[in-house]
């Protein structure tokens, strides 16, 4: 089956520590992204990825960084610099091949809390 | 203004009725439009793609586009509990340089039994 796996689904940060989120990918997307979901708000994008090895900043970057070196896989490390890190954390990927216009997919999401 | 504004809500509707869910959106020239629904603790899931004014009917839903008036709806026919949820319209918006998919805030649907 085609999708989007998201790792771990629930994870819980000390203070001072990096914690790394995994999503991987097995549609064979170009575009993949990250977004942060508070409760009761919207989704609110981190960073995003058309291809390989190549990644761009979102609305809401400061605290977070990303890695692309593989197509299917896109994981993104939320730093001690992230005061605030609890939240639901969203990966999604689109097929950009098909053109710009393609919806986004997402998978189950992880919620990261602070311990 | 909000890039994409929706009705928060919360709507209530009673079981077999028509919900109504609306979107507006700021940039003229976007091109595609797009409905999820996500249920409490879980991630978006896609039900509607909208590229042309007019409307669009997938079974009980039916989007709806006018690009002049720069607004996007949903309407679910025969609501049933079940599609109780938050419905996200999002909208390829230009933000810089490049197109990128933006999420209203949701508009939370209960519907009652």
């Known amino acids: 089956d085609g999708g989007i796996t998201q790792s771990p689904k629930y994870l819980f940060r000390k203070e001072g520590q990096n914690v790394t989120l995994s999503c991987e990918q097995n549609?064979?997307?170009?575009?993949m992204y990250w977004y942060r979901q508070d409760p009761g708000q919207g989704l609110r994008l981190i960073y995003y990825?058309?291809?390989?090895?190549?990644?761009q900043k979102g609305d809401i970057a400061e605290g977070y960084s990303v890695s692309r070196e593989k197509k299917e896989s896109f994981p993104l490390t939320v730093t001690s610099a992230q005061k605030n890190p609890t939240a639901f954390y969203l990966c999604?990927?689109?097929?950009?091949?098909?053109?710009?216009?393609?919806?986004?997919?997402f998978g189950d999401g992880t919620r990261l809390s602070i311990l | 203004q909000k890039e994409v504004e929706q009705n928060s809500g919360p709507l209530s509707v009673p079981e077999g009725a028509i919900a109504s869910l609306n979107c507006t959106y700021s940039?003229?020239?976007?091109?595609?439009f797009f409905w999820y629904r996500q249920y409490s603790g879980k991630s978006p899931e896609l039900i509607m793609s909208?590229?042309?004014?007019g409307d669009k009917e997938d079974g009980r839903f039916t989007a709806q586009l006018n690009k002049a008036s720069q607004y996007v709806s949903l309407l679910i026919r025969d609501s049933q509990p079940s599609d109780s949820a938050t419905y996200l319209c999002?909208?390829?918006?230009?933000?810089?340089?490049?197109?990128?998919?933006?999420f209203g805030s949701g508009t939370q649907l209960t519907v009652l039994p």
């Open positions: 549609l064979n997307h170009d575009a």
């Open positions: 999002a909208v390829n918006l230009y933000s810089g340089s490049a197109r990128q998919l933006t």
């Open positions: 940039d003229r020239v976007s091109q595609s």
């Open positions: 990825s058309q291809i390989v090895n190549d990644f």
């Open positions: 909208i590229y042309s004014n």
């Open positions: 999604a990927s689109s097929d950009t091949a098909k053109g710009g216009n393609q919806p986004q997919h």
